[in-house]
């Protein structure tokens, strides 16, 4: 199969796995932003095969995972407002927030609806015109143009019972905010491969430069992620971190500036609250102005009181790769697949979820 057949080819993975043993001489820490290389990594059991001085740590990035409680309280009690729709992707209707998650607002007669896309969302708007209908927008800058672009086809169709809650966000303010947090002493950053697909790998270019880390772009086969790898281990070798793209089939310098031009028509760069990092300056993505006829928060505004974190839950810190997730108490215990506790475990792309699944501990 053309593209994944031959990045896991075994034997160029043996000799990459060769390469990386022979010039790693000393501990490194590696933080794979993205939650699907954390998927990719232990389905395909990479930890084991690279040399025990290197650590890879998860990172805060999953959108259903950093979405803040807050922001998920917010969102039921939209859900609950008469006559009104709340559409969402599948994960974000089992995330627990302080009183119960969608799913269970749903369960008490509010109309959740799962969507596989915004374009679902226009269609119940379409197929609904005496209802409201509030799409819940997450995601990083990967999901964010598809969601500008149906606000303008919105705006276009003159569709005016169709709203979103904007819950976008930033990747490389995250990534700032970890590392000046401190908290974390890492070498080395793997750059989403997604992400970057669209921002460009010159976006990451202030990791080498103002934080002395080098960053390597990695796709999602075991082929991406040990080039990535290596590139890491011979910028710390050689201590000269710069910013290398192993995903170069997908990923350029510019990135896709199609979709930028269509985020930056629709959106405006904003702060964002992430769970587990608080509010991030500059991290999050509101509507302009020119399209407030589409912001839920203006729309249909809402009281939430204080919002409250599942007791015991260490997503937060497994989010900032402060703790991994075997180190939560709740990890396989109280909180499972079936009957997740927090976000992490309920997540197609959450690192416990991984951990869980994969069978690592």
């Not at 990479?46 to 259903?64: A, D, E, K, N, T």
């Not at 919105?154 to 000046?180: C, R, V, Y």
Request: net charge negative.
């Amino acid at each position: 199969m053309k593209y994944i057949d031959e990045f896991r080819d075994p034997g160029a993975v043996q000799r990459l796995l060769t390469s990386i043993h022979n010039r790693s001489s000393r501990p490194i820490r590696l933080m794979e932003f993205c939650g699907g290389h954390t998927h990719a990594i232990l389905k395909f059991g990479l930890r084991q095969l690279l040399p025990p001085s290197i650590r890879l740590l998860s990172g805060p990035g999953c959108p259903v995972c950093v979405t803040a409680s807050t922001d998920l309280d917010r969102a039921i009690a939209m859900a609950h407002l008469p006559d009104l729709i709340l559409t969402t992707f599948g994960d974000m209707m089992r995330v627990p927030g302080s009183q119960g998650s969608l799913q269970d607002a749903k369960a008490q007669g509010a109309d959740v609806r799962m969507v596989y896309s915004t374009l679902d969302a226009l269609s119940i708007a379409r197929a609904n015109p005496d209802r409201q209908v509030i799409f819940l927008a997450i995601g990083f800058e990967t999901t964010a143009p598809t969601v500008a672009a149906a606000v303008l086809q919105a705006q276009a169709e003159g569709l005016d019972n169709f709203s979103i809650f904007s819950l976008h966000k930033l990747t490389p303010p995250a990534m700032k905010a970890i590392l000046e947090a401190g908290e974390v002493q890492l070498s080395g950053i793997i750059g989403p491969g997604h992400v970057t697909t669209v921002i460009g790998s010159n976006a990451w270019h202030f990791l080498p430069r103002d934080y002395g880390i080098p960053c390597a772009i990695a796709g999602f086969e075991p082929l991406d992620i040990l080039q990535a790898v290596y590139a890491l281990v011979d910028m710390v070798e050689r201590g000269a971190p710069a910013v290398s793209n192993a995903y170069r089939r997908s990923v350029r310098p510019e990135g896709n500036l199609v979709a930028q031009q269509m985020m930056q028509q629709v959106f405006q760069v904003s702060a964002a609250e992430w769970r587990g990092l608080g509010s991030v300056t500059d991290s999050g993505l509101s509507l302009r102005s020119e399209y407030a006829a589409f912001d839920a928060t203006r729309r249909f505004p809402v009281a939430v009181h204080s919002s409250l974190e599942p007791r015991g839950c260490l997503c937060g810190e497994v989010l900032r790769g402060v703790v991994e997730p075997p180190e939560c108490p709740l990890f396989d215990g109280a909180c499972t697949p079936e009957h997740p506790v927090g976000p992490c475990m309920v997540s197609s792309e959450g690192a416990c979820a991984a951990y869980a699944q994969y069978g690592e501990a």
